[in-house]
């Protein structure tokens, strides 16, 4: 199948801002077969949509429309699409009254130009968004089928997801499709591939694998497409749990796990507490572990440790420590991460230091140089890892090596 996107916007003709939609639709349109023909930036203008619509290629059979469905006048692809289809607009009840819910939650009453955002085509299906006020409409027409929907990329994303991505694997695809991630933390995507040769090798038709990797983690996807759902779901399951046994304890969870929830959850379970001292991450782990609802029940705080005199003074790092190995040390992680655990009485404690970079390297110490350090009940343990050049990767990087050592010591004593 071959579609096509149609992004409708001023903004982004004059560079206000970046067309990110198309990119993203692409993507997921890729992953399910359908090739992306064309995708063209077009002038919220009658004239511009209607050219557009006439001038598709003959062979696509799938048009995405992103944008023009504001409440504002300037927003002309709803009216223009019903024209152009030969439709009326009707009012519905059904969207009207999720506007209304949507301006309750917030305190606010919706104006009259809300309200005729429930003024929709009669002919087309309706998409709801869940997150917005305006939703998206289904068109079938000479044997293509035309979708709408919002600009606002979480709107966009919203009804893509939920509604247009289903339709087309049900309906226009006539297939089952289903994904399954497996999520990795602390090997390179290179070594990762090595381990899994033999596994790739072995891949049942049907079924295929892609690296995803971000800094300091590797996504691993599952994509296997079919006519008969329950064989799907059988062939993920099988492929899913030999990819899970191949790699063991590197896996830390499942499809949108987070490292920090997965290591929330095990603190919890086990009634336990973290206490931080940060330096080269400089409040990023903090960050990560308190993203997460319900962190205070086991997130004491932290100390974010830039200058030595708040490591010997906060954290007890003792001064002969840091004039005779230097802060990025295995002595001086080691007591940031004691001190941190003794100051803040936590169950366990972690500590970073290095050098982020881009400057402040040496020979000895090149930059992406950083110590780990991990307090707890049975003591104190440190790493040393040797990240790149670039500096927020590596403090990403640092701070997912240093929750996967708690987490390895969390499941270690399970």
């Known amino acids: 199948m071959q579609a096509e996107i149609i992004t409708i916007g001023d903004e982004i003709l004059i560079g206000q801002i970046i067309d990110t939609n198309s990119a993203w639709m692409g993507q997921q349109l890729n992953l399910v077969g359908i090739d992306v023909t064309r995708i063209s930036s077009i002038s919220d203008d009658k004239t511009a949509i209607v050219d557009a619509l006439d001038h598709l290629y003959p062979s696509t059979q799938l048009v995405l429309i992103t944008g023009g469905l504001g409440p504002t ?13 030969g439709m009326e607009l009707t009012f519905r009840e059904d ?32 998409l709801h968004n869940g997150v917005g006020t305006a939703p998206g409409m289904l068109f079938e027409h000479k044997g293509k089928h035309f979708i709408s929907m919002p600009g606002v990329p979480y709107e966009m994303k919203h009804i893509m997801q939920n509604h247009v991505m289903p339709i087309i694997a049900k309906e226009l695809l006539r297939q089952y499709i289903l994904h399954s991630t497996v999520l990795t933390v602390g090997v390179p995507e290179s070594e990762l591939a090595e381990q899994l040769e033999n596994f790739e090798a072995r891949l049942p038709t049907g079924i295929k694998l892609a690296y995803l990797p971000r800094p ?25 749990n ?14 949108a796990d987070s ?17 931080l001292a940060e330096s080269c991450t400089g409040g990023y782990i903090a960050h990560l572990l308190t993203s997460v609802a319900g962190s205070s029940a086991y997130f004491l705080g ?22 005779r190995n230097g802060a990025v040390s295995e002595e001086c992680a080691m007591q940031m991460a004691m001190g941190a655990r003794a100051h803040l009485k936590s169950t366990w404690a972690l500590a970073t230091t290095g050098i ?15 110590w780990i350090a991990l307090a707890g009940p049975a003591g104190c343990t440190a790493h040393k890892y040797q990240f790149g050049t670039d500096r927020s990767r590596n403090i990403k990087k640092s701070a997912f090596a240093a929750l996967d050592m708690l987490r390895s010591a969390l499941i270690e004593e399970e």
């Open 242 to 255: 030999l990819l899970k046994a191949t790699l063991g304890k590197v896996v830390y969870g499942m499809d």
């Open 259 to 275: 490292l920090e929830k997965v290591i929330g959850d095990l603190l919890i379970r086990r009634k336990e507490s973290i206490a």
């Open 302 to 323: 932290g100390i974010v440790a830039y200058d030595n005199r708040v490591k010997m003074q906060q954290l007890g790092v003792e001064e002969h420590v840091l004039q």
């Open 73 to 85: 006048k300037d927003d002309l692809t709803k009216l223009t699409l019903c024209e152009y289809f």
């Open 356 to 370: 982020a970079g881009p400057d402040g390297g040496t020979e000895e110490k090149p930059v992406g140089t950083v």
């Open 216 to 240: 300091g983690m590797v996504r691993l996807r599952l994509t296997a497409k079919g006519s008969d759902e329950g064989q799907v779901a059988k062939l993920v399951s099988v492929q899913e």
């Open 95 to 126: 969207v009207y009254a999720h506007i209304l819910a949507l301006f309750h939650a917030l305190g606010r009453v919706p104006a009259a130009v809300n309200r005729e955002q429930a003024l929709l085509p009669d002919g087309c299906r309706v």
